[in-house]
């Protein structure tokens, strides 16, 4: 679930493209990344510094944003690999809403508190958004924080890690965070949004998500924000 998606990996700083480059090869790539070879004009050479840039720009742009989610974490101890899908939605600010359709779990953040409903376990871990461990990676999707501020960004070769189509960069944050310790954005190279994001911790766990069918700038009923546990749900206070 988003608890460990919450938890978003890191790619460990000396991990080489060529490691992620199954992985790339392997999963499903998004329609409009999988331009076919020779049937359109290669893409701009454009710098890490500059990619970045405009994917600030579109999300900057974009007042709500709603995404089909693949997910999949590994646990890199056991080799223990875990997928599940459902819908995502953001609204700024800070507004964001998971809700896992392979097992009804949710992560609801109303811009103030963080909940996480696990429903195997029937628990539902509610904190300040300001005092989790939120994801600082994906919080440009929510309208805080500058890529290039929270990150020192560099960009790898589309081609190497084979996704078409697009670039691919690797951000290793400038505060330290126990949740990940580098991120990789899989960029669409016409529209500028990221289609992958990709996180590795300190223990070199994996976790991967792929968005699909994106919604931009639709409003998103208020309803959506707001998660009541079911009966019987141990809620946890950290």
């Known amino acids: 679930m988003l608890g460990a998606a919450l938890s978003f990996p890191s ?14 090869k392997a999963e499903a790539q998004p329609p409009a990344a999988q331009a076919p070879a020779g049937a359109e004009a290669p893409l701009p050479d454009l710098s890490s510094d500059a990619i970045a840039a405009r994917v600030q720009a579109f999300y900057d742009g974009a007042k709500t944003f709603q995404a089909a989610f693949n997910q999949r974490y590994t646990i890199y101890a056991y080799n223990k690999k875990k997928e599940s899908q459902g819908r995502v939605a953001f609204v700024k600010p800070g507004k964001m809403s ?3 359709t392979n097992n009804g779990n949710r992560v609801v953040s109303d811009g103030r508190l963080l909940k996480v409903y ?20 994906l ?6 924080g500058k890529l ?26 400038k ?11 899989y960029v669409d ?19 991967v998500f792929d968005f699909s069918d994106p919604i931009v700038n639709v409003p998103v009923p208020p309803s959506e924000f707001q998660f009541s546990a079911p009966k019987g ?3 946890i206070k950290p």
């Not at 919080?139 to 805080?144: A, D, K, N, V």
């Not at 505060?175 to 954005?185: G, I, K, N, R, V």
Request: overall charge positive.
């Open 11 to 24: 790619v460990q700083a000396q991990e080489q493209p060529a490691t992620a480059a199954p992985a790339a």
């Open 98 to 100: 998971w809700r896992y």
């Open 118 to 137: 696990d429903a195997d376990s029937k628990q539902s871990y509610e904190q300040e958004v300001g005092k989790s461990a939120y994801p600082a990676a």
């Open 139 to 144: 919080s440009f999707l929510l309208g805080e």
């Open 148 to 173: 290039t501020a929270s990150f020192a960004i560099k960009k790898l070769s589309a081609e190497t890690v084979g996704f078409k189509g697009g670039y691919v960069l690797v951000a290793i944050p």
């Open 175 to 185: 505060e330290p965070t126990p949740a990940y310790q580098t991120m990789m954005l």
């Open 189 to 207: 190279g016409k529209t500028f949004q990221v289609r992958r994001v990709l996180l590795i911790d300190a223990q070199k766990n994996k976790n």
């Open 233 to 235: 749900t141990q809620v």
